[in-house]
């Protein structure tokens, strides 16, 4: 006699993947009861997301976690309506959230996500934990946990913050697909943090360091400069390609994969500019080549890693003996305050420049110069 096959593969429907359709994860369970296979259907929160790079990864965990389950032992059959999975692990649990983020997330995004939960995961190991129901997790254990981090690591305020943040983004996922109720991080208080100064460099550093750099690394000033006329960040900077500039209608496109705030946006090339681009004869690459591609030349083959631009320019600082707090983006903040009276403190010249969505944005960046004053009440004390 035959056995009978309880349940077939779960599948996404439809294959084509046609975004324009409703999709769900379906297969076939066998009814005792009527002895015959009986579709089921699970949508999930598919349905949220209008883009197939951010649906499909959500369809595929689903149906990895339905197929899981059913060789698990689960019936769906058992209740009128369907329970959510659970799954019970804390290690299996974060494996999925992980794996769910990697799917839209930035490389560096998904290397600082999978360095925080390596750490966590380790220390719920230490304390035989890691078999735990998710559930389980309570605020005494991530209070228990945020403590090592400052007692035994001493983390600062910031990186402190960083790692709450992110624990709690990943329990808030699994509440949200109700692997468990409460968010054990939701309590812990943030540290407070001292907030960095914005250091611009004198007309002698500026001039000093440009002179080191164009003899000693030429790319490096050619990066600088872009910096200091158009304050792009360096993370945007080695994504830009040839075809981004704009050489006819003096614009660079920051395009909206490059973009911190994940929109497309456009900054001026300032007529200070134009000879270094020109000296750059960026019209003789092709248009799909990095502009700081690797070792900061002009190539198809990208960057590797941003930090180690700024590594790169801070030597040179190192070495003319400046403060240490002044490094890469002091270009961007020199650049800003050399702007600032240029246009004659025309500020909303300088919001569209820096990219800001608000005035209010722009006068905060500018208070951390040192370049909003009130002139009004400074000329009214004249006695």
Known sequence: MTAIKYYTEPKISPESLDIRKPWYVWFRFFDAQTGKHKQLRFKSDLSQFSKIKERLPRANALKQLLKEELENGWNPLVKKEYQPIKIYSIAKTFEYVLSLKSQTAKPKTIRTYTHITKLFLEWCKQR????LQVKLITSQHAQQYMDQLLLKRKYSGRTFNDHLIILRTF???????KWCHDNPFKAIRKME???GRNLAYTDAEKDELSA?????????FYLSQIMYYCFIRRTEMIKLKV???DLVNHTI???AEVSKNKRQETVVIPKGLEPILNEMRLRHYPKDYYVFGRYLLTSDVPFSNENHVSTRHNKFVKKLGYDAEKGLYSWKHTGACKAYYATNKDIYSLMRQLRHRDLNTTMIYLKSL????????RNAMVA
Not at 128 to 131: G, P, R, T
């Open 193 to 195: 943090t001292t907030t």
């Open 212 to 220: 080191l750099l164009y003899e000693k690394d030429r790319q490096m």
């Open 253 to 255: 496109i920051i395009r």
């Open 171 to 177: 329990f808030n996922c699994m509440i949200s697909r």
């Open 243 to 245: 075809g981004d500039f």
């Open 128 to 131: 035989h934990l890691l078999d």
């Open 370 to 377: 040192g370049l909003v004053q009130n002139d009004v009440f």
